[in-house]
């Protein structure tokens, strides 16, 4: 029996970008997983749920929420910006709190990240998954938050 195409909504407003121009070898070369990223527009906003689930981990940057069925999607706020060590970043939420698509996980400013000398841009993972099974959204198509960024097909 296969699941449903897990549907995966962007976590912030900006500009889709493929994950190979990701400036991070990490990201760029898909070591955690296939996806995509979005350039985020500038301003104090929050991050969202990208889907249904549970949060597996949180951090002030990034964020893994687990769907029901067990693919995880991965939301990493900037490149290296876990050296801000949460500045900048305000949790709502709380490891193992279950969350809806679209409910706001951290609220940050991509400004700020860009003036403490990061790049802003949120890759949006799926971990553990092969590329094939994605449909992602086309680069340089404006984004909104709840917007699908990628269909993930079991």
Do not use: C
Not at 44 to 71: K, N
Not at 120 to 125: A, E, Q, R, Y
């Amino acid at each position: 029996m296969s699941a449903a195409a897990l549907t995966v909504q962007s976590p912030v407003a900006g500009t889709v970008v493929a994950l190979a121009d990701v400036p991070d070898p990490v990201f760029s070369q898909a070591m955690v997983g296939p996806g995509i990223a979005v350039e985020p527009l500038d301003g104090r906003a929050d991050a969202l749920a990208p889907i249904d689930g549970t949060l597996a981990t949180v951090h002030a940057h990034a964020f893994v929420v687990a769907s029901d069925d067990g693919r995880a999607v991965l939301v990493h706020l900037g490149i290296d910006t876990v050296k801000q060590q949460g500045e900048g970043f305000t949790l709502h939420v709380v490891k193992g709190e279950r969350v809806r698509a679209g409910q706001p996980v951290v609220g940050w400013d991509p400004a700020a990240v860009r003036e403490a000398g990061y790049a802003p841009v949120v890759p949006v993972i799926a971990l553990d998954a092969d590329g094939a099974a994605l449909a992602v959204a086309e680069s340089g198509v404006a984004v909104q938050p709840g917007d699908e960024l990628f269909a993930w097909n079991a």
